[in-house]
């Protein structure tokens, strides 16, 4: 006899739930689709240094090494998307294996659904309203992050998981429900560290739940093993974070300059931007909806979820403003809140819509916030790097005509539609819901296009000025190991160590800023120009960003030049002839700057002159440089006309190296914030003995 035959019932039940989940796995297939077919139109990684990190730590692993970078083993714990993209990176080149990982990261990304309905589900919530929630946690801004490699596109359906098993564990406390919920915690944790917080935040829900259903000595009655095994491991957590290393950060006590005023301001900020990205119209009603559900549950399941979306809410805001860099909408760290919210709200529609009076005052309050703080502050100086709402913001400034009109256009759409669905919910409360739906999928799906369009003109725009058509041409040259120096003014050194693997190294002058947080070379120059490092000559090949800084070598044969610098192969070491700090690759002279001029190996000294052709850069004006050796009292002076092009000489004559300090003017702008005062052509070191018999300085041209 079959098993249909015997048990009708698990058999038609198995036939019902497979039914209801072949539309949340249609909605999987597609997103995952769609999603990578986009990440496939971005030209290139353009989020530093993580992506550089993530990518670094991948490649390791897949050829069965420690995760680290540039060689050098990382202490970092929160590795499951490095663990679960090196797959990807087996492939031939860098583009191909960039491409399989950005296919794994949206797949993955998109699983997120999953979660979502099953949470829905359990909440009582009907499948169309499942499947609704479903669909707007694929449509959000921040989905573009699935075409990154970082570690959001793992983390975002694991945590959502853990948020489905902590309310499950909550409603049907036991072994196997704080087991599962356990081990999906752990995996949010390794796959972002900020959310080692679920762990502490469950035990704080847990008792919370049991004060409020008068329960609490019958929890410690029956839960006393599980629960006092959560709060040892919680507090295991907490005691150890101090003393270990989780990222950038050095621990869970790790406050980076926080101002409480600053932190305020861009809490209002944060959350603003949250309401937008999630639609605008859902959050009066997701805030009614979680007051009912903690005040009025109709049940422990929606107790537990209200209870647990308003922890994490509160965790990740605070979050966002004390680890978060001040001076950023912090939107990355916070979009996992907005499927949630989602549910809050489908849970209140599911009511009937009760407080209309007080869903009516949180929208206008709402509305006045909206109107009252204008998201364009927050999106100008590179202030939307973090947020994929403020992109879209970003993106809408061409059409519209400037980001201010911009951020007034969202804001009015915003608040048109909320006092539509206001009067919907009095005069046609059966539309209410339908339209306040359709208008949260419309406005997702609007702005992470949006968003997703900034990006990759973002994207387009760092491959073209600052990878060039062939980002990898450093492997391609077939130099093997070489090292990267990087020059004042250099552009996002780690996108060109991203393209490149053969680029093992990286050097710096002492004294510049480093790129990342991960280990770099510091350079000294010495007499005759030697670079050193720790003493060590710097052999092999070396790639050279010198897009801000003019630079001769000695003894070394230039193999190619791209727009991301040059590669040369000393003879035997790294030797400097002359550094022009303030000399931009693109023609330009700073407003001020030094050039360092050393003798050449062998040399007792300096002999000769320093030549530079300068022409003033409009038609009317000239431009007059100054300069000043060794910081001296010994100067000397040029003009520049417009229109023509001179070649100014300084005699140079010295027992060592020579800094000259120039000031040059008129200042002019070139619109990326480079003060510069003239046009120039290529610095030129001419060795003359002449030069120390007090030639004077001159002009040509």
Wanted: proline share 7%; aromatic share 10%.
């Amino acid at each position: 006899m079959s098993a249909v035959a015997s048990q009708p019932r698990i058999a038609l039940r198995t036939v019902a739930i497979r039914v209801a989940i072949s539309p949340v796995t249609v909605l999987v297939a597609v997103s995952a689709v769609v999603r990578t077919l986009v990440a496939w139109n971005r030209a290139t990684p353009a989020y530093f240094p993580d992506e550089y990190m993530y990518a670094s730590f991948g490649r390791s692993i897949a050829h069965g090494t420690l995760p680290a970078v540039r060689g050098v083993p990382a202490h970092f714990l929160p590795l499951l998307e490095p663990l679960i993209t090196a797959p990807g990176w087996l492939f031939g080149s860098v583009d191909q294996g960039y491409r399989a990982v950005q296919a794994i990261d949206a797949t993955f990304m998109s699983l997120a659904a999953i979660p979502v309905y099953v949470l829905a589900r359990r909440l009582g919530l009907t499948t169309r309203y499942s499947l609704v929630a479903a669909a707007l946690s694929l449509t959000i801004p921040s989905f573009l992050l699935s075409g990154f490699i970082v570690s959001e596109p793992i983390a975002y359906p694991i945590v959502l998981a853990a948020i489905a098993a902590a309310v499950h564990a909550l409603d049907r406390p036991s072994w196997r429900s704080y087991s599962l919920f356990l081990l999906v915690a752990a995996l949010a944790a390794l796959a972002r560290m900020q959310f080692a917080l679920i762990l502490p935040l469950f035990v704080v829900a847990v008792l919370l739940v049991a004060v409020r259903e008068r329960r609490f000595k019958a929890l410690i009655r029956t839960q006393r093993i599980p629960l006092g095994l959560l709060i040892l491991v919680a507090g295991g957590l907490f005691a150890a974070g101090p003393a270990r290393n989780s990222g950038y950060y050095p621990s869970f006590l790790y406050i980076p300059n926080f101002h409480p005023a600053q932190a305020a301001r861009y809490l209002g900020a944060d959350t603003l931007v949250l309401a937008f990205a999630s639609g605008f119209v859902l959050i009066p009603g997701a805030l009614v909806g979680l007051w009912l559900a903690i005040t009025k549950p109709r049940g422990r399941v929606e107790l537990a979820f209200g209870v647990v979306t308003v922890l994490l809410t509160v965790a990740l805001l605070a979050q966002a403003v004390v680890y978060g860099d001040l001076g950023f909408v912090q939107e990355r760290y916070l979009f996992y809140l907005l499927p949630l919210w989602t549910l809050a709200f489908l849970l209140y529609a599911q009511r009937g819509w009760p407080l209309k009076i007080a869903h009516a005052v949180v929208s206008a309050a709402l509305v006045a916030a909206a109107l009252a703080q204008p998201l364009s502050k927050y999106a100008v100086g590179g202030g939307q790097a973090h947020s994929a709402f403020l992109f879209a913001l970003t993106w809408l400034e061409k059409p519209t005509g400037s980001m201010g009109a911009a951020a007034v256009l969202i804001a009015y759409t915003g608040a048109a539609a909320l006092v539509l669905m206001i009067g919907l919910a009095f005069r046609w409360p059966r539309l209410v819901t339908p339209f306040a739906l359709a208008f949260a999928l419309l406005a997702t799906t609007g702005s992470s296009v949006a968003a997703t369009r900034y990006d990759q003109s973002n994207a387009r725009a760092i491959k073209s000025f600052v990878l060039g058509d062939h980002p990898s041409w450093v492997d391609e040259s077939g130099v093997g190991p070489t090292a990267l120096l990087v020059l004042p003014g250099a552009k996002i050194p780690d996108a060109k160590l991203f393209w490149n693997t053969s680029l093992d190294r990286v050097l710096l002058l002492r004294g510049m800023k480093v790129p990342d947080a991960f280990t770099v070379g510091n350079i000294d120059v010495g007499h005759d120009g030697l670079a050193t490092v720790s003493g060590k000559p710097v052999l092999g090949p070396v790639m050279i960003d010198d897009t801000g800084t003019a630079m001769e070598l000695q003894h070394a044969t230039l193999l190619k030049r791209t727009v991301a610098g040059a590669l040369y192969r000393p003879q035997d070491a790294l030797r400097f002839r002359l550094l022009a700090f303030g000399l931009y690759a693109d023609g330009w002279l700073g407003s001020r700057g030094a050039i360092i001029v050393w003798p050449t190996a062998g040399e007792r000294g300096l002999s000769g002159r320093l030549e530079l052709p300068v022409r003033a850069p409009g038609t009317a004006a000239n431009a007059t440089i100054l300069f000043t050796q060794n910081q001296s009292t010994k100067k000397f002076s040029f003009t520049a006309k417009p229109g023509k092009m001179q070649t100014f000489s300084v005699p140079l004559c010295a027992s060592g190296p020579v800094t000259l300090i120039f000031d040059a003017g008129p200042i002019g702008g070139t619109g990326d914030g480079r003060q510069v005062a003239a046009r120039v052509g290529r610095l030129h070191f001419v060795p003359d003995a002449s030069a120390c018999a007090k030639t004077p300085p001159s002009s040509k041209g």
